[in-house]
């Protein structure tokens, strides 16, 4: 047990060394099982035994220190809390602040205005063996110098014992500010109460959470190492997902979704089908935006139904049905699973995982939306996601859009699913019918119904709502600034000038060899715009005869002896003369160069810059589309017509 448990015999409490909080005897077996899994199965059953030995007390019978003591290195380390200090002696002891105003107004009388933030309490710091829900009681520590005192202090050092203490009591002020705006609070004025917050109840919902448990709650999996469960988790639900994205793709042989279906299931209007059908995603970095966000959602359920998250654990922001918490167990089971092939482990992992996921669409809320954990994931991103603060209406409805469509694509995972395994009697275009109108519509009683009006009220107040202002001009005109960014004319005047000499120096020193190019006159170039052909281009054109000069390089390198030898070698098997690959290479990496210049050039100084995906694809000649760069008086014009909802709308610019 040495190395995994620390016993504290004073207290009689077992203290895991890792997680640093008191494991009651009758969860030491799972905790290994969960925490511990890389302990060998016969040291696990030795731990248990040995722990069943031993006097520890439950979380309810366990003697907490009267008085305050030093801080215990085995548990976690001290956290700042809100002792009562009524003159009834109370010595009530709450960390969250709104509490213990509430405890002061509702045990004690006290009455205090939101903007007042003194009370019939004081700020100490705490620590508790347990950190479970209903164990938990905290424990007033001081280190050994506080615990000393300043009486009985020579008459000389009274001036440092008074800074002493009134540093200390400045540092208390500022821990219970942090820790009133460390936590989901309520407004102190009737304008910071938006139409947004109103309508979708995230801060009522998680009011008093602290903020930090709830980033660390919808964060992604640390590692495999640090979580393995929950990582083996994300990793079965993403295969599952990509799985999905494949199925609604246009893949040859694996798109499993026709265009009558796609629209069914891009409808969410049981009476109305949408004209636009269901289209998988082009884009991979976006892609895995949106796969992210569910994976998110899972490590916030599993996290806090699993007991991960100490303050999340000890009051659920929302409980789970027997369905959702008997597959999410039967999840965790299936990762720590030995003794059977790896192949079979992962086929059980992933049917739990994809019945996790749809318990979770397939859930009625009567009562209250929050019932459900995906409403509640919801609030918990809106209000934490961004370390600056809660996300207005008009940046957190894409994260909804994330939502909704990792719904839909494990809606048709789970059809598809269903029809292989001929569980439907139905015909497939029916039973995803079926199913969407009952869980994807917005009339649904199910979570979508709720998501898909809050998005549409979020996009209806982005739409009207003037966005914040991010960029300023300065008093003489020369300067702007965007957000913590001031950048001068001068600069980029400057930077486009270092652009064009570096890109000349290229040009002339490594890309012509030193040789002279032939003269073009650029305004007597023409181009023809309505020539589609593949391969086209202003160089094709023959009004300008162009093509007949492109060898011209190649000419004067092979006819100049001295160039030629310098990226030519004799061969050492035949004596030929041959290329020499290294100077080859060294010349490709120039062009590269070259053309990031180039690419600055265009981005900076060619009217507004275009996205990544829409200037890196810029095309000079044509392929199955029309080119991007054409001609005009003499001069280069990029044409883009691609834009990022191209592949939905079928519409360019």
């Known amino acids: 047990m040495e190395g995994v448990f620390d016993y504290l015999g004073d207290f009689q409490v077992l203290i895991c060394i890792e997680h640093k909080r008191a494991i009651s005897k009758e969860r030491v077996e799972r905790h290994l099982m969960v925490e511990h899994q890389g302990i060998p199965l016969e040291i696990r059953r030795q731990i248990v035994k040995h722990a069943q030995e031993l006097a520890i007390a439950s979380p309810a019978e366990v003697k907490q220190p009267k008085a305050p003591i030093p801080p215990f290195s085995q548990l976690q380390k001290p956290a700042a809390a809100f002792k009562c200090e009524d003159e009834k002696g109370c010595n009530c002891v709450l960390r969250d602040y709104n509490k213990m105003r509430q405890h002061a107004s509702n045990v004690h009388g006290w009455v205090g205005t939101k903007l007042e933030r003194d009370g019939p309490w004081r700020v100490i710091e705490t620590q508790s063996f347990y950190v479970m829900k209903g164990d938990q009681q905290l424990f007033e520590v001081q280190d050994q110098l506080k615990l000393s005192g300043i009486a009985g202090a020579p008459e000389e050092h009274s001036h440092e014992a008074l800074k002493a203490q009134t540093l200390a009591l400045f540092n208390q002020l500022l821990k219970a500010q942090e820790l009133a705006s460390e936590s989901v609070q309520q407004p102190l004025h009737i304008t910071e109460e938006t139409p947004w917050t109103r309508r979708s109840g995230y801060r009522e919902h998680l009011l008093g959470y602290p903020l930090d448990d709830l980033r660390e709650a919808i964060s992604l999996p640390k590692g495999k190492e640090e979580e393995p469960a929950l990582f083996a988790i994300c990793e079965s639900l993403e295969g599952l997902l990509r799985q999905a994205h494949v199925a609604a793709g246009n893949e040859r042989g694996k798109r499993r979704l026709n265009d009558r279906n796609a629209r069914i299931l891009n409808s969410f209007q049981r009476d109305r089908q949408n004209p636009r059908p269901f289209r998988a995603l082009q884009n991979d970095k976006t892609v895995n935006v949106y796969l992210g966000t569910w994976k998110r959602f899972l490590c916030y359920v599993c996290r806090i139904s699993l007991g991960y998250t100490g303050t999340l654990a000890e009051r659920k922001p929302f409980q789970l049905t027997k369905d959702q918490e008997t597959h999410l167990h039967s999840a965790v089971e299936c990762t720590q699973a030995f003794g059977i092939e790896e192949e079979v482990r992962k086929q059980q992992l992933d049917e739990h995982v994809q ?226 690959s290294r100077k080859a290479w060294m010349y490709e990496h120039s062009v590269q160069l070259f053309l990031e210049h180039l690419l600055v050039l265009v981005h900076v100084s060619a009217g507004q810059p275009g996205r990544g995906p829409e200037i890196l694809g810029t095309r000079f000649a044509n392929t199955t589309l029309v080119r991007n760069l054409l001609l005009h008086d003499g001069l280069i014009m990029v044409a883009i017509p691609y834009h990022k909802s191209q592949s939905k709308t079928d519409a360019s610019r």
């Not at 409403?375 to 370390?387: E, G, R, W, Y």
């Not at 300065?474 to 965007?482: F, L, P, Q």
């Not at 890109?503 to 012509?512: G, K, P, Y």
């Open 355 to 580: 019945k996790l996921c749809i318990a979770f669409i397939r859930q009625p809320c009567v009562w209250d939306p929050f019932e459900s954990p995906l409403l509640s994931f919801s609030a918990a991103l809106c209000l934490s996601v961004q370390p600056s603060g809660p996300l207005d209406a008009r940046h957190f409805s894409p994260y909804l859009s994330h939502i909704i469509y990792c719904i839909q694509l494990l809606t048709l995972l789970h059809c598809i699913t269903k029809a292989e395994r001929k569980k439907i009697k139905e015909p497939f275009t029916q039973y995803l019918k079926s199913f969407h109108d009952q869980w994807l519509s917005n009339e649904s009683e199910g979570p979508m119904g709720e998501i898909l009006s809050q998005r549409l009220y979020a996009m209806s107040i982005g739409e009207s709502t003037v966005a914040p202002v991010d960029t300023r001009w300065d008093e003489s005109g020369r300067a702007i600034t965007y957000r913590e960014t001031t950048i001068r004319m001068e600069e980029i005047t400057q930077l486009l000038q270092d652009q064009i000499n570096a890109a000349n120096a290229i040009l002339s020193d490594e890309l012509l060899l030193g040789f002279t190019p032939p003269l073009i006159e650029s305004s007597q170039l023409r181009d023809n715009w309505s020539n589609k052909m593949s391969g086209f281009s202003f160089i094709h054109d023959r009004r300008n005869d162009l093509a007949v000069k492109a060898p011209w390089l190649l000419e004067r390198l092979l006819s100049s002896q001295q160039t030629l030898e310098a990226f030519t070698e004799v061969g050492a098997d035949n004596g030929t003369l041959q290329w020499r």
